[in-house]
């Protein structure tokens, strides 16, 4: 699955940006990206997000700490790619 700048592989799990693999992402981490990258160019509300991932709907800030934290990942492979949308998220 490609992105301009991020590739996924689900298969092996595996995240690249810019050529370069992130490493450290955790399961949900990489489940939540993933569920990003297939909604390209559309973005997700934050309750079909946590249902993708979950299973459920996961309370507010639970979603919100590993957004956060995948944003973190990303950023030291070339900036944030996760944004906030007014119901949700959305990969850019």
């Given at each position: 699955?490609?992105?301009?700048?991020?590739r996924i592989n689900p298969d092996i799990r595996t995240v690249w940006v810019?050529?370069?693999v992130v490493r450290g992402l955790t399961a949900k981490e990489f489940d939540i990206l993933l569920q990003l990258a297939?909604?390209?160019?559309?973005?997700?509300?934050?309750?079909?997000?946590g249902l993708r991932?979950?299973?459920?709907?996961p309370?507010?800030?639970t979603l919100a700490v590993?957004?956060?934290?995948?944003r973190r990942k990303l950023g030291l492979k070339g900036g944030s790619r996760v944004v906030?949308?007014?119901?949700?998220?959305?990969?850019?």
């Open positions: 699955i490609g992105v301009p700048g991020l810019e050529r370069q297939l909604a390209v160019p559309g973005s997700l509300s934050s309750r079909d997000l991932v979950w299973g459920r709907e309370s507010t800030n590993h957004v956060m934290s995948l906030t949308t007014a119901d949700g998220y959305a990969l850019q």
